[in-house]
């Protein structure tokens, strides 16, 4: 390890002219330091001419190769290498008496200082110091430079320290048939100095790396004692960040995590795709007592709760559910440069995800409105992506990402605003694979090598898919039940009440009680039948909401029925109760219908939106045409009904006990009604006698 300070006076090519520290370990394992100085980018050697030392050499050999004198300032005070972490301690003065390789350093001024690790080459016959050799890239990760003041106070370090040729360190796997047991101990060989007073042991080891997998459960059984409560975080110290005014985040765990041996906690957690790859078990109450939690991925069926082979069964198709969002993957069966998988009944129009790998080994995921088959017709979208990944094994790409069910638009004439995901109806799913992919300009060379042949209809909430076959059949039947009651059974049993009346005796009440409770029993199939297609009732768009008031007014009418009032003997006044129940039973009625034939509208609006079936307008048409039909129909009755009702009362002075006058009074027009009323209270009748036989 070297570390210095640079030469005021440069600007570039830093370690040029560099007064150095560097530290290592004998083979013996016993630290040193050295005091070097570097005039020139390479290994230390000597000159051929006059024997001076050139490179990055010891002042004592710079010395020695002139009048043999001794300026090593530089004093070793303490090192040791634990867990494959090296900890060297030196000190060397501000300023030294050697002002020919040694550096001032200003303690209240801003310096730059340098850095490298690398290897070292052992002493021999023809030289007796240890000499770095170069130490490669990249910059900081093998060298590197920053400006320090030493007088100020700072805490920067990443940390904690670990090594990747660390062998001596524990690791457990962890495994669900095998809790882990969380214990606490004295300290032996904790891996990031300085160590605390006691650490902790997962199943009789030193605070080791513990290791899990994504989607995969972990239990821990805590035994530590209730001064020790287990979390799980993303600070490397613990002991509650917010206590030192840190922010940190915590994925499981906490006050009520602890226990001990006789009542132990037990703690299960289980990391998710969006866990970091990199977190910390740690004590809530002190610092510095856990250690580091490897995340890796384990299987994709692990971490998404349904998966499904999409057409062709070249691309699986992940996901998981939210209360308002939703996570996906996919993953190719074989060796492609991009896999995109897209919502919609083909290429065109369709929003697609595209994954794939750059020329620096980077991921990368964008989005796409598709409006054509040429690269020019691909639109890039700015949907609102969060825990994107991408990446490549042996040539097959995985993608994922989380999006939102309905994009937060504010402009909603962008494409990507209309790309809303409804678990309550299937998601048409296309794919395509190719062997090249950019996010600048795209071209024919950018093309799908392979794609699907045809959308699978993926059902989000049963967890299961089903090829392309159109409207489901089970739907159309749905629709059909639903047209048969709305559109026929239940307006003809009004239009039987309405008309029918003139009819020998209780005819039209036959007819107006088969077709209604008729309607009402389709009704119930037509949402059984939906139901049981959809997996259950999701209250979610109009069209639902729409059908369960009709179904509801429609529902009222059999309970009104049978609370009906008595009908008033001829000659009576109809008693308030009656002409109460009266409009009640017409209006809910009547709303019932409205509801009905809008809820119907809705449905075909439903089917268009997010089945994409293709002659949905047509069949619009048709329902609007059916209806105007059946307007124009109850006009002509009215306009009928109004005139028979007119010829009856020019005789109603001298004419008594038509029945069918009687029941073909509109209990909803009030001038009737007073009529009625005015003509029965006048105290006069006229008799009309007529003899049974001529």
Same mark, same amino acid.
């Given at each position: ?28 394992? %016993? ?48 090192? *040791? ?9 030196? +000190? ?52 590197? =430079? ?38 606490? &101990? ?27 997998? @994504? ?10 004692? =209730? ?16 206590? @030192? ?16 041996? #006789? ?73 492609? &440069?991009?896999? #995109? ?22 991921? *990368? ?21 969060? *825990?994107? %990944? ?57 093309? =799908?090598?392979?794609?699907?042949? %045809? ?14 076959? &159109? ?25 039987? #009440? ?13 007819? *107006? ?76 009625? @009547? ?48 306009? @009928? ?9 020019? +005789? ?41 036989? %001529?």
């Amino acid at each position: 390890m070297a570390f210095g300070w640079a030469n005021p006076n440069r600007t570039k090519e830093l370690m040029s002219e560099a007064d150095v520290t560097v530290a290592s370990f004998t083979e013996e394992g %016993r630290p040193f330091v050295d005091d070097f100085y570097i005039t020139a980018y390479s290994e230390c050697k000597l000159s051929s001419k006059d024997r001076t030392a050139i490179g990055v050499c010891p002042d004592v050999v710079y010395e020695n190769s002139k009048n043999g004198m001794m300026v090593n300032n530089t004093r070793l005070v303490y090192g *040791h290498r634990r867990d494959g972490v090296s900890l060297i301690m030196f +000190r060397k003065p501000l300023n030294s008496t050697d002002k020919k390789y040694d550096l001032p350093v200003y303690p209240n001024e801003d310096m730059r200082v340098i850095w490298a690790l690398g290897l070292m080459k052992p002493p021999n016959e023809n030289r007796s110091h240890f000499l770095p050799q170069f130490h490669g890239g990249p910059e900081k990760v093998a060298y590197g =430079h920053l400006v320090l003041n030493v007088s100020k106070k700072v805490d920067d370090c990443f940390g904690p320290l670990d090594a990747d040729d660390n062998e001596d360190q524990e690791l457990i796997i962890a495994d669900t048939e095998v809790p882990l047991v969380v214990t606490t &101990g004295e300290v032996l060989h904790y891996p990031n100095p300085p160590s605390p007073s006691k650490v902790l042991y997962i199943n009789n080891k030193e605070a080791p790396v513990l290791r899990v997998e @994504r989607g995969v459960p972990v239990k821990f059984l805590v035994q530590a004692g =209730h001064d020790v409560a287990l979390y799980i975080t993303s600070d490397s110290l613990g002991g509650n960040a917010t206590s @030192r005014n840190a922010t940190e985040t915590i994925y499981s765990g906490g006050p009520e995590a602890e226990g001990v041996v #006789a009542n132990p906690h037990e703690l299960i957690w289980v990391p998710d795709r969006n866990t970091p790859d990199q977190v910390y078990y740690q004590s809530l109450y002190q610092e510095k007592m856990g250690w580091k939690v490897q995340v890796v991925d384990g299987a994709l069926s692990d971490m998404y709760n349904n998966s499904v082979l999409l057409d062709d069964q070249q691309v699986t198709f992940f996901w998981t559910l939210s209360e308002d969002s939703i996570t996906i993957a996919a993953r190719g069966v074989k060796k492609s &440069g991009y896999l #995109a998988i897209g919502f919609g009944n083909g290429m065109v129009n369709s929003y697609a995800y595209v994954g794939w790998i750059g020329d620096t080994g980077k991921g *990368h995921l964008n989005t796409y409105w598709i409006d054509g088959k040429r690269p020019l017709n691909i639109h890039p979208t700015n949907e609102n992506l969060t *825990h994107v %990944r991408c990446k490549s094994e042996d040539g097959i790409i995985t993608l994922e990402f989380t999006r939102p069910l309905k994009p937060s638009c504010n402009q909603n004439d962008k494409p990507e605003c209309k790309n809303i995901v409804d678990p309550t109806t299937p998601l048409k799913v296309i794919w395509a694979m190719g062997s090249k992919w950019t996010d600048e300009h795209l071209s024919e060379k950018n093309m =799908h090598t392979v794609t699907s042949q %045809r959308p699978v209809q993926v059902l989000l909430i049963r967890g299961s898919s089903e090829a392309e076959q &159109g409207l489901q059949p089970v739907l159309a039947v749905h629709g059909f039940m639903m047209f048969l009651s709305w559109g026929i059974l239940i307006p003809g049993g009004i239009l039987a #009440a309405r008309y029918l009346k003139h009819v020998e005796g209780d005819g039209w009440y036959q007819i *107006h009680i088969y077709l209604q409770y008729s309607g009402l029993a389709i009704i119930l199939l037509g949402v059984l039948f939906a139901v049981a297609e959809l997996r259950g009732f999701y209250v979610s768009s109009l069209h639902v909401k729409l059908g369960i008031a009709a179904i509801v007014f429609a529902s009222v009418q059999p309970m009104n029925a049978y609370l009906r009032p008595e009908k008033p003997a001829n000659g009576e006044d109809a008693s308030t109760k009656r002409l109460i129940w009266e409009y009640f039973h017409v209006i809910i009625g @009547r709303g019932a219908v409205a509801i009905g034939i809008a809820a119907l509208f809705t449905g075909m609006k439903h089917l268009g939106e997010r089945y994409r079936v293709e002659n949905v307008h047509d069949l619009s048409w048709v329902l609007i045409i059916w209806f105007l039909i059946a307007a124009l129909t109850v006009i002509y009755l009215e306009y @009928r009904e109004r005139q028979q009702r007119d010829r009856l009362q020019g +005789r109603s002075n001298w004419v008594l006990g038509n029945v069918a006058e009687e029941d073909s009074i509109d209990l909803l027009s009030p001038n009737d009604a007073f009529a009625r009323k005015g003509s029965q209270s006048s105290g006069v009748i006229e008799v009309q006698l007529e003899p049974l036989n %001529r």
